[in-house]
């Protein structure tokens, strides 16, 4: 028993690495879904030396462990294989304006947090730190907010996304962001490194 306790936990390592050595998505769901077998496949062997080597169904009991959603995300992963987009995949649809994509909000806390930065430490105006901010953003090929079209400056609209942030508007992963930047000294924030 021990010795098959140790394969399969070996063979989850495995498959986790395999997962994260994957260079296409291709590669990346195949690993996944081995992944997941070799979990169902452990969770069952649990499962039947909790219960004494019976099969729950046998006893007329649900499983001990719900596989469920695991067999489930292994039939979607083989689904996308197979060209079709599961419901479980498709992008939500929500009204308003689309919300940015986790880099954009990432960058902007940066930012946001650097702007803060210049301000307290180096006395700059709250304009000044934002226009040398989305400077340095542009520079680097960084996004920046606000669109072509906007009638407003760039630094004007990453000025407003901090104050949104600073009032909790953008979420918790968006001030974590900003809080990581703000307390991660010493570095010259010039340099966004």
């Not at 995300?73 to 996308?80: D, I, M, R, S, T």
């Not at 968006?174 to 930047?181: G, Q, S």
């Amino acid at each position: 028993m021990k010795r098959d306790w140790d394969s399969r936990q070996r063979l989850i390592k495995v498959w986790a690495d395999e997962y994260a050595d994957a260079e296409s998505p291709a590669e990346k769901r195949e690993a996944l879904r081995h992944y997941l077998m070799w979990i169902s496949v452990t969770l069952h062997r649990v499962e039947e030396e909790i219960t004494g080597g019976k099969s729950s169904a046998l006893l007329g009991h649900p499983e001990y462990f719900n596989k469920r959603p695991i067999r489930e995300l292994e039939a979607h992963l083989l689904e996308l294989d197979n060209g079709e987009v599961p419901a479980i995949f498709s992008v939500a649809k929500r009204h308003g304006r689309p919300s940015k994509s986790r880099k954009e909000q990432m960058w902007f806390a940066k930012a946001s947090a650097l702007i803060t930065i210049l301000m307290e430490d180096y006395k700059n105006s709250e304009a000044e730190a934002a226009k040398q901010v989305v400077d340095q953003l542009k520079i680097r090929g960084l996004p920046v907010p606000g669109s072509a079209r906007a009638n407003r400056a760039s630094w004007k609209s990453l000025q407003a996304w901090r104050d949104e942030l600073m009032r909790g508007k953008k979420g918790k992963l968006a001030r974590a962001w900003y809080d990581e930047t703000s307390t991660a000294l010493p570095f010259d924030p010039l340099t966004l490194d």
